[in-house]
């Protein structure tokens, strides 16, 4: 049985659904009016229950009044003539005046971008991320590496730390000459031991809700060291692009501005975070990483990656786009009936694969096979995967509470989920059998947790 949600959780719920339904609209790409799209006798898909959705007020910054100009000081007016003394008096001798100290330059500024940045132990990836640097903000760079490819900056954090990060990354402001190369630099860790043989591999980036702070967090998880970390607030609905460069995500206004709330992407390495499109939601690649596809409301919409170009597929509900095909699996109800479905963006083709009114989340397997999904087909929400042509349903869990967001990873051989089987919800990982299933990391979810999504790259 499903826990029931605190009065607290479901004010938070109800104000996010509210938050979410408001500001996932996908607007036209061009400067035009919104096109508005009405669909005559056509059922909708039905989502299995509400929406989550999040929006805490921005906050509003205090203005700092201007401290006042000091007014100049006019100048002591000057004798017109000095008087005549009788007799010149003697004029002992001064001492030598002390010669005056030139002022040191100001050091170089280092000046992080947009997006933050990882500030690490040493100069190189292979140092542990030891805090963050916060968008925007200015840190004095006190040394650098030999290739002045990285600088050691000060200080970081409420612990004021000295940290490096990656020279390309920041924009420094200052003459960087004087900077000495740092005449002692930490041995890097050793290596982590890897895996065992058959261990899943790579990070998986998916977000928590904080509910405590009352906000959404975004966070990845490294399956070869075992460790998290926190990455980004008010950022959801991770999809990798398939060659693993970047990844798109659903901003919300807690991370952006109310007029570029929607479809952003940014690098995998977290850098060149930027919109790509107003609203939408639940975004996924096409397989050359050209175009993307999303849903507004319970229709779906494809778009260039720029943003351009936007155009509505029809109506349907968690698109996810094959790796190796143009077929796009979501959720439909299409006279009356509904399933999953697959759907050509450019012909329209369109074919049934399941029957279940409650299937929802398609995700593809790497190869472009099979399909996961879930569904309430034997009770409560479980995880199943079935072939791209409808054969071969197999049920992959048997909980008595709920599974759901199935997510590949990049070798096909797992499937990652989140579930609340332990009464609080955490992320699981399982064969694509749906056997040796592990937990992995603790991460709670609303209570309305249908439209969110990982993400996993190698």
């Known amino acids: 049985m499903s826990r029931s949600p605190s009065p607290a959780l479901c004010l938070l719920c109800l104000f996010l659904l509210a938050t979410l339904l408001a500001a996932c609209q996908l607007p036209p790409a061009t400067p035009s009016p919104e096109p508005v799209v009405q669909v005559a006798d056509t059922p909708t898909a039905v989502p299995p229950t509400d929406t989550p959705t999040a929006e805490p007020p921005a906050p509003t910054p205090t203005p700092v009044p201007p401290t006042d100009t000091p007014t100049p000081i006019p100048p002591t007016d000057t004798p017109t003539s000095i008087p005549p003394t009788d007799t010149p008096t003697a004029v002992p001798p001064t001492d030598t005046p002390e010669p005056t100290a030139t002022p040191e330059p100001a050091a170089p500024q280092a000046v992080i971008g947009d997006s933050g940045l990882n500030v690490r132990g040493g100069p ?54 004087g900077i000495e190369v740092a005449k002692e630099i930490p041995e890097p860790p050793a290596a982590p031991a890897p895996p065992p043989a058959g261990a899943p591999r790579g990070v998986l980036v998916y977000s928590v809700a904080n509910m405590d702070a009352e906000k959404w967090e975004l966070w990845e998880h490294n399956f070869d060291s075992g460790q998290s970390k926190f990455l980004f607030d008010w950022r959801t609905e991770v999809e990798f692009s398939p060659d693993y460069r970047q990844f798109a995500y659903f901003a919300w206004p807690g991370d952006v501005s109310n007029d570029q709330v929607g479809i952003w992407a940014m690098n995998a390495d977290y850098s060149d975070a930027h919109l790509i499109i107003r609203g939408g939601a639940y975004p996924s690649w096409s397989p050359d990483g050209g175009r993307l596809v999303a849903n507004s409301g319970a229709d779906m919409y494809v778009f260039n990656a720029d943003g351009s170009g936007l155009r509505r597929v029809g109506p349907g509900e968690y698109p996810a786009w094959s790796r190796t095909s143009n077929w796009i699996a979501h959720r439909a109800c299409v006279g009356g009936g509904c399933g999953i479905y697959l759907t050509d963006p450019d012909s329209g083709a369109q074919q049934r694969l399941t029957t279940g009114g409650s299937d929802g989340q398609p995700a593809w397997s790497p190869d472009g096979q099979q399909i996961a999904y879930i569904s309430q087909d034997d009770g409560n929400f479980e995880i199943y995967r079935v072939n791209a042509d409808g054969t071969k349903k197999v049920r992959l869990t048997d909980s008595p509470t709920s599974d759901g967001l199935p997510i590949w990873s990049p070798d096909g051989q797992w499937i990652a989920f989140r579930s609340d089987r332990d009464g609080t919800w955490a992320i699981y990982v399982m064969r694509s059998d749906g056997s040796d299933v592990r937990k992995v990391v603790d991460a709670p979810v609303l209570p309305l947790w249908f439209f969110e999504k990982m993400g996993w790259r190698p």
């Open 124 to 177: 190189g990836t292979n140092y542990p991320v030891i805090a963050t640097a916060p968008p925007g903000g200015s840190f004095a760079i006190v040394v650098k590496n030999g290739d002045a490819s990285w600088w050691q900056i000060c200080c970081v954090g409420p612990d004021d730390k000295e940290g490096w990060v990656f020279a390309s990354l920041v924009t420094v402001e200052g003459a960087t000459s």
